[in-house]
T-cell receptor
Framework: GAVVSQHPSWVICKSGTSVKIECRSL??????MFWYRQFPKQSLMLMAT?????????EQGVEKDKFLINHASLTLSTLTVTSAHPEDSSFYIC???????????FGPGTRLTVT | DAKTTQPTSMDCAEGRAANLPCNHS???????VYWYRQIHSQGPQYIIH???NNETNEMASLIITEDRKSSTLILPHATLRDTAVYYC??????????FGTGTSLTVIP
């Protein structure tokens, strides 16, 4: 149980376009979802926290107008990278938790390459 | 901000126990110690967590010092598939995870 999926697993897009990444909790309802970004050879960096039905809370330094997060249901959160640039190329990972519980369940990640 | 320090890298012989240390000297009384690992280009995988007592599950054991300022993750019989980056994280229940730099463990045949 407690499986989180992400789609797509990898995506290549052209500079200036927008890309949407989906994060789904497959067998549980996630009241809170988190989005992370990871550059090569670096650790995961928390970008934002989203609760179902409310606006996401962004970490300091993360542009909320560039990284749009929607958490419209208890099983789906989306991250849209708007007007992507090569420096946005990264590994994006989501995670989900239930009711502020102790564990977070991580998705497999999405590799974004902006050319 | 990450509140833990870990060695950058470690090696372990296959079949031997891997002992991964973590310092968390500023841990608060209501903060848990979590361990996750990340195999290259995958999402982090939960290993174990604890508050005060030592914990054991099918993957590993977690030893927390009495003053809770440090802990050790023990993989009892390391295999090549245990090669990964191991993250030690302290967190209050329900709060966000902030990852530190982790320990890159290499299991050597």
């Amino acid at each position: 149980g407690a499986v989180v999926s992400q789609h797509p697993s990898w995506v290549i897009c052209k500079s200036g376009t927008s890309v949407k990444i989906e994060c789904r909790s497959l067998d549980f309802q996630a009241t809170t979802m988190f989005w992370y970004r990871q550059f090569p050879k670096q650790s995961l960096m928390l970008m934002a926290t989203s609760n179902e039905g409310s606006k996401a809370t962004y970490e300091q330094g993360v542009e909320k107008d560039k990284f749009l997060i929607n958490h419209a249901s208890l099983t789906l959160s989306t991250l849209t990278v708007t007007s992507a640039h090569p420096e946005d190329s990264s590994f994006y990972i989501c995670s989900a938790s239930v009711g502020g519980g102790n564990e977070q369940y991580f998705g497999p990640g999405t590799r974004l390459t902006v050319t | 901000d990450a509140k833990t320090t870990q060695p950058t890298s470690m090696d372990c012989a296959e079949g031997r126990a891997a002992n991964l240390p973590c310092n968390h000297s500023t841990i608060s009384g209501n903060e848990y110690v979590y361990w996750y690992r990340q195999i290259h280009s995958q999402g982090p995988q939960y290993i174990i967590h604890g508050l005060k007592n030592n914990e054991t599950n099918e993957m590993a054991s977690l030893i927390i010092t009495e003053d809770r300022k440090s802990s050790t993750l023990i993989l009892p019989h390391a295999t090549l598939r245990d090669t990964a980056v191991y993250y030690c994280i302290v967190r209050q229940s329900g709060n966000q995870f902030y990852f530190g730099t982790g320990t890159s463990l290499t299991v050597i045949p």
